[in-house]
């Protein structure tokens, strides 16, 4: 019969990160990456698994972390699938990225991280960037229903029975405002007074006007391309431009290694060593810096907001070069560990779900 489980998942699929949460708090990211495979090729990878793991090639075992089968057809998934493609990562936007061949999969996707239950009835919450509000009702419609899952778990099934979805810059400011069980507010200040939300995702940075008793006024924004991706994908042409001899033989850079030096200012290049890059990194977030400061002129600048509030994983990564634009004493991180705010949507999603679930709206 196997076993059979009930649960709540929070999911933020990021444009770079997808992130996601359960409801007894187990959190999860891998980067937002997928390609699909034919089955052929995913029984060969599940087959050096086996080898690699001396189960001897009669024993087929699980899949290889990575590699899922979703409704039967294969795919890699994550880091595995920016290695894997020999081109480029694309990401889907807009209409395009609210089907169930799409968001759907990548949803499902997740699900075998958050349970580890044979049959499991799903709760979902979803959330979008201001300007995808449009696509509320696709992005609910794609993750209903059943979905067959095989990963390194194991065989599953999954019913989404339920789907909800939120605005990701309400979210982000959630994280701080409510208490983490949603049970009551843990940061009052935050409803008194005029406060501007900053979400810098991977390819969007939204601004957003939240007013007094957090009053979300779902006109009053911005919401432009751009992102942490342009960032990442500027510092790689630039650090391949300045040390072409180390590189010229390299296809794509890790993204895990950009990602770090963008932080650090130092490009891991494995055999190698270590490659300072900071002035590489100041090249490659100028654009987006400018972006952002000219948004924020048009917003009324610093005398207008009480309180300047930055979500998204970019916010973490850029907030040292963020503080002399914004030029407002009073910045707050959705979360002060900058390590893992592009967490702090997800983890604000579910705060504000259960706020509303204490309070009989949901």
């Not at 999911?11 to 708090?25: F, L, P, Q, R």
């Not at 949603?182 to 008194?192: D, I, N, P, S, W």
């Not at 990442?232 to 042409?237: F, S, T, V």
Request: proline fraction near 3%.
């Amino acid at each position: 019969m196997g076993t059979h489980a009930t649960g709540i998942a929070y999911c933020d699929v990021g444009n770079e990160i997808v992130k996601a949460i359960n409801g007894t708090g187990h959190e999860i990211s891998y980067v937002h990456a997928i390609q699909p495979i034919s089955l052929t090729e995913l029984e060969k990878h599940r087959q050096r698994s086996a080898k690699s793991s001396r189960r001897g090639k009669s024993d087929v075992g699980p899949l290889a972390p990575g590699f899922v089968k979703v409704n039967g057809q294969g795919y890699v998934i994550g880091e595995r699938a920016e290695r894997y493609a020999v081109i480029k990562n694309t990401r889907k936007t807009g209409a395009s990225r609210y089907n169930k061949d799409y968001y759907g999969v990548l949803v499902a996707a997740t699900l075998p991280m958050l349970f580890r239950a044979d049959k499991v009835d799903v709760a979902f919450y979803g959330s979008h960037s201001p300007k995808d509000s449009i696509y509320r009702d696709d992005l609910m419609d794609s993750a209903l229903g059943k979905w067959e899952v095989e990963s390194a778990n194991g065989a599953q099934t999954f019913r989404i029975i339920a789907a909800q979805a939120f605005d990701e810059p309400m979210c982000g400011l959630m994280r701080r405002i409510l208490r983490e069980d949603g049970k009551g507010f843990a940061r009052t200040a935050l409803l008194k007074g005029d406060t501007l939300v900053i979400d810098i995702g991977g390819l969007t940075v939204d601004m957003v006007f939240i007013g007094a008793g957090a009053e979300f006024d779902p006109d009053a924004y911005i919401s432009e391309d751009g992102g942490i991706i342009s960032v990442i994908d500027a510092l790689e042409d630039a650090i391949k431009a300045t040390h072409s001899a180390r590189f010229k033989n390299a296809g794509h850079l890790g993204k895990h290694r950009l990602r770090y030096a963008i932080r650090n200012g130092i490009y891991r290049a494995g055999g190698h060593g270590e490659i300072g890059c900071s002035e590489e990194v100041e090249q490659a977030i100028m654009p987006l810096l400018n972006q952002i400061s000219n948004n924020f002129s048009r917003f009324g600048g610093p005398t207008e907001y009480d309180t300047i509030f930055l979500t998204g994983g970019g916010s973490g990564a850029l907030y040292s070069h963020l503080i002399p634009i914004l030029d407002h004493n009073n910045v707050i991180l959705a979360d002060p560990d900058e390590e893992t705010i592009h967490m702090a949507n997800v983890r604000g999603m579910s705060q504000l779900a259960r706020w509303y679930s204490h309070q009989g709206k949901m």
